[in-house]
């Protein structure tokens, strides 16, 4: 099974647990799956029954073995949500709070001209300002400091000792959390000081395995410096069986339990997260402007939403929208790219044939080209994904020189995957987020279509992605980079090309959309991406809103 996993892996494919059942069933599970690599169009982001069946169909492949009717069932269940989230037509702006957020508003659609969507390739155009366009953002003076950000600091070589390392840095930083944070947690003591007498204890550890006994029971085993231990949370404790679900390895969580009788097992009372404190307490910029999210822009696929693009750029230049929109425009003061700025060389199988600019620098070039378009009193801040030009590992460092050097004629800062930022005293946590898919696939009630749902888990957690050797690459640096040790005012993230705003605690989330239309895996699956979605923040008011740059539908 774990040779399976791998191999699916390698082309940054995640496995759904009854595909796997369904892979595991053949009479030779790995030539199965060789076969389904060789034959699969496209790789998807997540392999489902319905991808290998399409694959058997449209090869002829004879005494396909059937599926269960309970699996079945489910499936038609997943598929009729999906169905109902992605095809509803309706385009609304979504709202965290009632008293800090803005009423929708419908002109918030803006229309585009039917002649608009003719071309589909990236092409220059011609935009400048409106006459007497006069942004409120420019009397302002750009207020940005990086808090922490892996470049020029990566240190890993990638030995064992590296490794140590990191982990002994997570386990330092986050422990401290959970002691300095949580009442449940003043009497913790190292592993190797449990004793049988002892009624009650309290641990913190790293999680080692994590597994569900056939009685339905949740073992965990966990480690500290000084020993192991294993935990078992009762499936009829709904409260605690329902936190052992949510447990992940490598991730640190603090117990409180009671010794069982023969001494060897811990049984579960609760299981403590480090999480954060139940009412953040936000910071708010002086000045009246804001900030903007472009996320998984992906030029130089021959999917990007040119005509989309163009009036998001037509609208930044004051030439498109009502007075409210303008408005709205007039206060945009940075835009935060968060990943996948282009759609890369050598992503998935056959990516040739979908893209309209095969060379990676060219594709930096076209997107240098389409940014000069930006007003100049605009800051840019510029992050790669897994589709850019930077090392797969996370944390990445920022764009090596030769690409920077593509980008001028404006105020653009280049940062790294993940980086804490401040504008205006407003902290954002910036990250890409191709971990939303390891949390979705690892915990049961999570979906990579609900991604702010996930962010929850990440900051209950505090860590953007805790399983090593999982889809999400990460690198054995010295310090954990990964871990959310600051609490943000703003979390951002991408990389799902769902529009999401929500909050978490009274931490701003938002999922940032994308400029990349429906691809043909995406048909296939029936999956509607929600591109060409702009979120919006207001620094001073923590308001935020959604523009829609998509034709309306009626």
């Known amino acids: 099974m774990k040779s399976i996993l791998k191999l699916f892996s390698e082309h940054g494919t995640l496995i759904q647990p009854d595909a796997l059942k369904y892979i595991s069933s053949k009479k030779d599970p790995d030539e199965f799956a060789s076969f389904l690599i060789k034959n699969l169009k496209e790789y998807p982001l997540i392999l489902t ?67 608009d969507k003719e071309k589909k390739t990236p092409h220059a155009i011609e935009i400048s300002a409106a006459k007497g366009w006069k942004p409120l953002s420019n009397e302002y003076e750009s207020e940005i400091e990086i808090l922490k950000d892996v470049t020029g600091k990566s240190t890993c070589e990638g030995t064992t000792q590296d490794f140590v390392k990191l982990f002994r840095d997570r386990y330092t930083v986050l422990q401290k959390i959970i002691r300095s944070q ?162 890369g060389i050598g992503i998935y199988p056959n990516q040739e044939e979908e893209l309209s600019i095969s060379n990676i620098y060219k594709q930096y070039e076209v997107l240098s080209k389409h ?94 992605s805790p399983a090593y050797g999982g889809y999400t690459p990460l690198a054995p640096e010295h310090y954990d980079y990964m871990i959310i040790d600051k609490v943000p005012d703003i979390f951002v993230t991408g990389h799902v090309h769902i529009a999401n705003i929500d909050n978490y605690r009274g931490v701003t989330l938002i999922n940032a959309s994308s400029w990349q239309a429906q691809t043909s895996y995406q048909k296939m699956l029936n999956f509607i991406p929600e591109s060409a979605k702009l979120p919006i923040i207001n620094l001073q008011t923590g308001n935020a809103t959604t523009m829609d740059f998509n034709e309306k539908i009626t």
């Not at 069932?73 to 709202?95: C, R």
């Open 49 to 115: 029954v319905e991808n290998i069946k399409h694959v058997e169909e449209s090869t002829k492949v004879k005494e396909i073995p059937k599926l269960d009717d309970d699996l079945l069932d489910k499936k038609k269940l997943q598929n009729k949500i999906l169905s109902e989230i992605f095809n509803s037509n309706a385009l609304i702006e979504e709202v965290i709070d009632e008293d800090e957020y803005d009423d929708p508003d419908k002109e918030d659609e803006l229309k585009l001209n039917n002649g």
């Open 182 to 343: 949580r009442r449940e947690m003043t009497n913790v003591i190292p592993i190797n000081r449990i004793k049988k007498n002892l009624s009650d204890v309290q641990l913190i550890g790293i999680v080692k395995n994590v597994k569900t006994t056939v009685n339905g029971h949740k073992l965990i085993e966990i480690e500290d410096e000084t020993g192991t231990a294993t935990l078992m949370a009762l499936k009829n404790n709904n409260e605690v069986i329902q936190l052992a679900n949510e447990v992940i390895v490598d991730e640190i969580i603090g117990m409180v339990g009671k010794i069982s009788k023969k001494g060897d097992l811990i049984i579960v009372q609760n299981i403590v997260f480090p999480d954060i404190k139940i009412q953040h307490e936000k910071n708010k910029a002086e000045h009246p402007v804001c900030v903007a999210f472009l996320s998984d822009i992906h030029i130089g696929s021959n999917m990007f939403m040119d005509n989309e693009w163009n009036a998001f750029l037509k609208w930044i230049n004051g030439n498109l929208g009502n007075s409210r929109q303008k408005g709205v425009a007039s206060k945009i003061k940075y835009l935060i790219l968060p990943g996948d700025l282009v759609d």
């Open 371 to 464: 940014l000069e378009h930006i007003p100049e009193h605009i800051t840019m801040v510029l992050q790669p994904g897994n589709h850019d030009a930077v090392r797969p590992a996370e944390p990445q460092p920022a764009f090596e020189k030769e690409i920077q050097d593509l980008f001028t004629g404006r105020e653009f800062i280049f940062v790294g995957n993940p980086c804490y930022l401040s504008l205006h005293g407003v902290e954002i946590l910036s990250y890409h987020g191709q971990s939303l898919l390891d949390f979705s696939t690892n915990i049961q009630n999570l979906n990579y279509n609900e991604p702010t749902e996930v962010m929850k888990v990440m900051l209950k957690k505090r860590h953007l």
